[in-house]
């Protein structure tokens, strides 16, 4: 062999070698290629699915048993109404991966995957959406607010409720715009959001008809005749003459308020008599039993048998101002006609609880004493009442402190006692210290038990008598 042929073995032996590894690299690259064809290339994702090397039926196999179609939810933006929701199931509401996924796929050019080696690709789906559009429209109907605004017919009309008297009905405002709020959610599912939340676009005014703009007109007369000036002052209480009392006084017909020949609204004389009866059933207490909240939270009755304490109103004087009163136009004239009712029997607290929140509180089953002031209880202490074994029963009732004196002999039939602070309510009956006793409280009234006053030591007897006014309220009660 020549040395020039021996020069030239290894380099074409280098020749041989690097075009069979270019060979057998690009078998390998046509071959991978080919199996990429229909195939996703390598490093590929579609959310959290690893795609690579796989075809399209198994990626979308895979996608499904991984996807979860949540519920449609619809926000109203109502005040108190909640969101409705309505399950993806219910309307056949579905994602198109295959299809979807065949257009990404095509997006992938399978010669290109030695590149795709080194990067990473995460494809988005654009899915094919379909849903059963006649479902959605039924079960859309179904909802509350779209059965309640179709159901709710637009009306004006004046009504009359048998507790506050007349008022209007209207419910032409903020009515649903049911076909646009039914063509935002198409639009949001074709979109593939499956929250709808309604603002106020979705919100309308429906116009009055002519009939119903003469009932506006007739309703703006009827509560300018309803609304006055009068105001009755009961003291604790105000009670203003407005449509909530002014509607039960008028003469009505079929629900409406009688009008005269001359378009004048009519009152009902016997209505204001009523009323005038009302007024004394409820304020009047002289002479009535009475329930009364106890500091043990219990509610007594206490008796009017021997009461001295208590309103009564004027009925007669009342029904005659009421009469003329209502009948005048200086009842709306704009200035305020205050009036304090006449009273046959009027106490200082003015008001349905006429005993108000300063008063002295006697519990004969307890034997204790309570005192409050404006509200606040500022004293508290035990007592004996009346020896209820021989006859000396305290009396049950709301009675009024009539007197205040200090050290007075106490007489009776068999006995004189020296007090030292003495506050009569009733007849003989009041409020003092018992100094010739060592306790209080308890049974002790039932054998030891006072001639019928109310005991107490010298310490709660000064306190009382210091701060205690004349004319302040006594209730006396057992249970």
């Known amino acids: 062999m020549s040395e020039e042929t021996k020069e030239k073995s290894p380099v074409r032996a280098a020749v041989i070698c690097l075009s069979a590894i270019a060979v057998l690299a690009g078998v390998i ?32 196999r895979e996608l499904n048993e991984k996807m979860i179609i949540p519920d449609i939810r619809i926000s109203w933006s109502m005040d108190g109404e909640e969101d409705s929701v309505i ?13 979807a996924i065949y257009g990404v796929i095509d997006t992938q050019n399978p010669f290109s995957w030695p ?11 654009q899915p094919v959406i379909t849903y059963d559009e006649e479902k959605l429209r039924t079960v859309f109907n179904s909802l509350s607010p779209v059965k309640d605004e179709v159901s709710d017919i637009p009306e004006f009309s004046i009504r009359f ?35 709808l939340t309604l603002d106020e676009s979705y919100f309308r005014d429906i116009p009055y008809s002519v009939s119903e703009m003469r009932s506006i007109d007739e309703f703006k ?46 009152i009902d004389d016997e209505a204001v008599v009523k009323w ?42 009342e029904e005659a101002y009421l009469l003329e009163m209502i009948h005048s136009d200086d009842i709306r004239d704009g200035k305020p006609d205050v009036h304090i009712p006449k009273y046959i029997r009027q106490e200082a607290f003015r008001g349905q609880n006429d005993i108000g929140d300063t008063f002295i509180e ?9 005192y409050y002031k404006n509200g606040e209880l500022l004293w508290e202490t035990d007592i004996v009442s ?20 200090t050290d007075q002999w106490l007489w009776g039939k068999d006995y004189m006692d020296f007090v030292s602070y003495w506050m009569p309510y009733f007849r003989g009956y009041g409020l003092h210290d018992s100094d010739w006793r060592d306790e209080w409280g308890g049974e002790i009234y039932t054998y030891d038990g006072s001639h019928g006053c109310i005991n107490m030591n010298k310490e709660s007897a000064a306190f009382l008598y210091e701060n205690v006014e004349i004319g302040t309220p006594v209730v006396v009660y057992d249970y």
């Open 276 to 317: 005038v009866d009302d007024l004394c059933d409820a304020y009047d207490t002289y002479g009535r039993d009475r329930k009364f909240k106890s500091s043990s939270g219990r509610e007594v009755t206490i008796p009017a048998t021997y009461s001295t304490y208590g309103t009564e109103l004027d009925h007669d004087a």
């Open 221 to 266: 007369s009827i509560s300018a005749f309803l609304d006055t000036d009068l105001v009755y002052d009961m003291g604790a209480e105000q009670i203003k003459f407005d449509s909530s009392v002014m509607s039960f006084l008028v003469l009505s017909e079929n629900g409406m308020p009688v009008k005269d020949a001359y378009g004048h609204y009519q």
């Open 29 to 60: 690259y046509l071959a991978a290629s080919c199996y990429f064809i229909g195939r996703f290339l390598p490093n590929t994702w579609i959310g959290d699915v690893y795609c690579t090397g796989k075809d399209i039926d198994s990626v979308a």
């Open 386 to 405: 009346g020896d209820i074994p021989k006859g000396w029963t305290t009396p049950r009732g709301v009675f009024a402190i009539n007197g205040k004196a």
């Open 87 to 99: 399950s993806s199931e219910l309307i056949d509401y579905r994602y198109d991966l295959e299809n």
């Open 161 to 195: 409720d048998p507790e506050t008297g007349y008022y209007s009905y209207d419910n032409h405002h903020r009515r649903l715009d049911v076909e646009k709020a039914y063509s935002a959610l198409k639009s949001s599912l074709n979109n593939g959001v499956l929250l």
């Open 362 to 370: 006697v519990d004969l089953t307890d034997q204790y004493l309570y």
């Open 115 to 125: 590149a795709a080696l080194f990067s990473r690709q995460v494809l988005d789906l």
